[in-house]
């Protein structure tokens, strides 16, 4: 398999909820939710990095859709890094998802390996890093 991943999709349980902690908590570009005359189809794509988007989709559709029975969320099972250039952008993002009302589940602090990160949930539980590692160059 050639490695060209251009979709990220979130689960969530409120779709509305979850699109404006991702567009006006956190700034995230959108259309908003498409595909509301199609049922179990509602959806939000969001603009990341050149290539690559993010989506959130009802947990009740995606279970739908992949015939498979919904379970219990569990946040360990997968995280998101969003790497920044500096300890100061790590803070700042941090504060901003904790104003858009994240739930701080680890401070931003030094780390063993030399960057400095913190963890933050989304309204769906889903875990964030933000993390700055000095031996990787971001593109902002």
Not at 40 to 57: E, H, M, P, T
Not at 128 to 134: D, F, G, M, S, T
Request: charged letters at 25%; aromatic letters at 10%.
């Amino acid at each position: 398999m050639k490695p060209q991943i251009s979709v990220l999709t979130l689960g969530v349980d409120d779709l509305e909820r979850s699109l404006n902690f991702y567009k006006d908590g956190l700034g995230l570009p959108t259309k908003g939710i498409i595909g509301r005359e199609f049922e179990s189809g509602a959806v939000a794509f969001f603009d990341l990095q050149s290539g690559l988007k993010l989506a959130i989709w009802q947990r009740k559709d995606i279970a739908h859709d992949t015939s498979l029975n919904q379970t219990p969320k569990s946040p360990t099972e997968f995280t998101i890094g969003h790497n920044v250039g500096s300890k100061e952008d790590v803070d700042s993002v941090m504060e901003e998802a904790r104003k858009a009302g994240a739930i701080i589940t680890v401070h931003a602090h030094d780390t063993f390996w030399g960057g400095y990160s913190g963890y933050f949930q989304d309204p769906d539980g889903h875990l964030w890093e933000v993390v700055w590692n000095p031996a990787w160059e971001t593109t902002e």
